[in-house]
């Protein structure tokens, strides 16, 4: 009797693929939620590079300013537009893109004091400075020297918890002030 | 009726799920991958937004810099060439002990945050104390009683939550004049 052959091809069954489409599928959703957190991390760097940009832009501007030209408010947050002529700061809500950006600008006195090594003039030779003395004399200074400070706050989409960004410089009145 | 057909297999019974479970592990490695890159970007942005107020900090102390040197003239020309005359140093100006260093990288007003670092300038992402000081005052010219060049250099400085040190030079480079008051 010859024996019949029969090819059985039942490697690939139906319910194998369709649990092979399962666990592709379910391999799939950590990639979807890495590029779900990864569009929200960017979009939070947008908002601090923003805000960074608008900090620097308006602490710039506020250097402009005369150097009195704060002396009435020194110490006092300021979140509103402020000009001079030829030069407008504006602070306060600005939206950009759907964000709204909050700036405060303070410029506050900074007093301090100067050590000076004076030279005694009536030792050594004036003429051999290795033979000079100095003697440590201390000058204190007020409204010379202002502390300019500009915050800028902001809230990102979605996302209650209010965010800042502070940038301080120095201003000094200098003679070509 | 005895059965004499042969059953031949081709040997790719679970085929599909196996492809399957590696390309799922290859997706899930390259998932936790990606995600590590992104945590390495955001520290990269925080660094930014600290240089960025480093060098402000920086530059405002070299404006302080300036006023000393612009109301006390004659004593920076002084200790000066105190410290050139006695000083063993081809870089006297960097000298910590005389005059000059008292006048300019040794004065209180100068470094005053060394120690107790400044915690104003900060933000959401990083409240940690920055520390900044003068490092250099130094005329760049030997011409006396001409016209000369100062440069100054401040340094601003903190340590990141990882502890890395950051450190952002701010110079300030002016052209000055020496007149004689009669």
Redesign the interface.
Known sequence: ????????????TLT??M???V??A???L??I???G??VK?TTK?DS??RA?NLC?EK?NTSLQFPFHHFDLNLGVEINSTIATPGLTLTLGDETIEGVTYTSALTVSDRP????????NLDVGNPD???T?T?T?TT?N?AN??H?H?LKVAWKNKGDS???????????????ED | MQD??????????????V???V???I??Q???S??GL?GQ??PQ?EL??ER??LH??S???T??A???F???PS?FY??W??Q???SANVSFWLDTNG??A??TIE???MKEYKTTG?S??????NTRPICFNLTEMRLMTSNRWNVEVLQIKANAHYTTRSGKAINVDAIRTVRTERVTLR
């Open positions: 009797m010859t024996p019949t052959v029969c090819r059985t091809t039942h490697g690939v194998e693929v649990l092979a489409v666990i592709l379910l391999s799939f950590p990639i939620g890495v590029m957190a990864s991390a760097e601090l590079n960074m620097q602490l301090g004091s100067f050590l000076i090594p004076v030279r051999d400075p290795k000079w100095f440590d000058v200074y010379l020297v502390t400070k918890t209010e965010k800042f960004y502070t940038l301080v410089t120095f201003r000094a009145k200098l003679s | 004499t057909s042969i059953h031949i297999s081709n040997g790719r019974q679970g085929t599909a799920i492809l399957a479970l390309f799922a592990t997706l899930l390259l998932a936790i990606y995600s992104i970007t955001r942005t930014i937004d960025v107020r402000y900090l530059k405002g102390l404006e302080i300036l006023l000393k612009q109301k006390f004593d002084n200790c060439r105190h050139a005359s006695t005059p000059l008292r006048y004065a209180p007003e400044f104003e300038s900060t933000s959401s992402f």
